[in-house]
């Protein structure tokens, strides 16, 4: 019996090693890890640069406490980060993973606002579905309720809109007058709340696992934008999966040209090499907590060089090997050769995301996009059947409040063509198979 306790039912063989777009178990099985890991392996396995930056980084120091001492990779690595971030973003504030830099985006934007005289402000308005993160304080902000309910004595649950689902809703996605529909229903929220109680609104601009890669609608975050400023709220985008260069930008956001308040980043940004997140916040936010008693918040690994270290030398081998350029370009191949199985597989019902953070979703039927029946369980047996077809995708059984099977793949961005034409070759075996095993039509022909 292993003494870990996680929560997958399906037994996993012990990990050896990683490689590239790959992995290979004890019993030398290759997998292609066509999910990067949770969408964290942007770069993939095992990148030399990362490594040899890592291993020079520990022959010096693997740890300094922040408020000891100051360290070249965490003074580069928030120089780095600043220049890559919108104008006037070029505050940051280290921490070593998504929920903790969710925490300290909220309680930034708190204090920021105590220190200007608006402390009747607390609300952070989300979205329904939503993933924020595990803590509670990135859990109250979490629309996803099997998450959410056990704990709801426990925070203080925040107020949600509806996320922007137009495929569901029967919306046309590209209409100006979706996008206007749903962000409207955040101006709603803030009058149903009361304005002055309103803090901020928290986003992921391209949706992570809760949404399967939701795509916001035309005008949908430029609007958003335009009611935050016009109720004095902070906008603050969560771009823990988004962010790092995973949908074809550095910035999820930067597709619309919107710009944040506060931005929160992990997964891509420490790559599997190192457990890393940052905080990005406009200055003069910053500026006024410090000058009126300081950020009363802050975790002991925060900053630390080694994970610094790794973290600069991840976004020198993303420039180095134009890795965001090839996202897009892998991004939009992948995603029509994913549109394309549609035709095969009349249950598929829906394929979306941007660059490389892409998802389809399963249906009974394409014209309801009614969901598959429960008791298939297909987020778990497609998981299960590509995993033994040595493809590694990701699966979550979410819409909010309706039920449905959402996959996404997102391999790391260093894929090439040859890696695209294996995932979809080990998709459509896993495909076949699934079809088989839960009596659904399939269209051989196609
Ligand atoms: N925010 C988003 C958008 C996420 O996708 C995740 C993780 O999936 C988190 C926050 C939480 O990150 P972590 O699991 O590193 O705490």
Redesign the pocket.
């Known amino acids: 019996m292993s003494h870990l306790f996680y929560q997958s039912k399906s037994p996993r063989p012990f990990l050896e090693r990683g490689e590239g777009i790959y992995m290979y178990d004890v019993n030398g099985r290759r997998y292609l890890d066509g999910s990067s890991g949770?969408m964290v392996s942007n770069i993939g396995h095992s990148n030399p640069a990362v490594l040899a930056a890592m291993r020079a980084q520990m022959d010096k120091s693997t740890f300094g406490y922040r408020l000891h001492f100051q360290t070249e990779a965490s003074e580069a690595l928030a120089t780095k980060s600043a220049e890559l971030s919108p104008a006037g973003l070029d505050r940051v504030f280290f921490v070593s993973?998504?929920?903790e830099a969710?925490e300290s985006a909220l309680k930034l934007a708190r204090q920021y606002k105590l220190s200007i005289g608006q402390g009747s402000r607390f609300k952070v308005i989300s979205r329904m579905p939503s993933?924020?993160?595990?803590t509670l304080g990135?859990l109250a902000v979490t629309g996803y309720d099997p998450l959410t309910v056990p704990f709801a004595p426990m925070m203080h649950e925040m107020p949600k809109i509806p996320a922007p689902r137009a495929y569901l809703d029967g919306l046309n996605a590209d209409d100006p007058a979706t996008g206007l529909h749903y962000a409207n229903m955040l101006e709603q929220k803030i009058i149903e709340e009361g304005p002055e109680t309103v803090l901020a609104f928290i986003v992921?601009p391209v949706g992570?696992?809760s949404t399967g890669a939701l795509v916001p609608p035309a005008g949908y975050m430029q609007r958003i934008r335009e009611i935050c400023d016009a109720y004095d709220i902070l906008l603050i985008h969560?771009e823990?999966?988004s962010g790092g260069g995973r949908t074809g930008r550095f910035w999820g956001a930067e597709h619309w040209d919107v710009k944040p308040d506060v931005i929160s980043i992990?997964?891509g940004f420490g790559g599997g090499y190192v457990p890393l997140g940052a905080m990005i916040a406009r200055g003069d936010m910053v500026e006024a907590v410090l000058e009126t008693g300081g950020f009363q918040h802050g975790h002991t690994y925060a900053g630390n060089p080694l994970a610094c270290a790794a973290g600069l030398a991840l976004i020198g081998e993303i420039e180095r090997n134009d890795l965001i350029a090839n996202a897009a370009a892998m991004g939009d191949l992948l995603k029509s050769r994913l549109s394309g199985l549609m035709d095969r597989y009349p249950f598929i019902g829906d394929v979306r995301g941007k660059g490389l953070l892409l998802a389809f979703e399963l249906v009974s039927d394409r014209a309801t996009m009614a969901p598959l029946p429960k008791g298939l369980s297909a987020f778990q047996r497609l998981v299960d059947i590509a995993y033994d077809e040595g493809l590694i995708i990701y699966s979550r059984r979410t819409r909010g409040g309706l039920e449905g099977d959402h996959f996404l793949v997102c391999p790391p961005m260093i894929i090439g063509k040859d890696g695209i034409e294996e995932i979809m070759q080990g998709l459509t075996r896993a495909l076949d198979k699934f079809a088989a095993e839960a009596g659904l039509d399939v269209d051989s022909a196609a």
């Open positions: 949770a993973g998504g929920s969710v993933y924020h993160g595990s990135a992921e992570g696992a969560d823990v999966m992990s997964k």
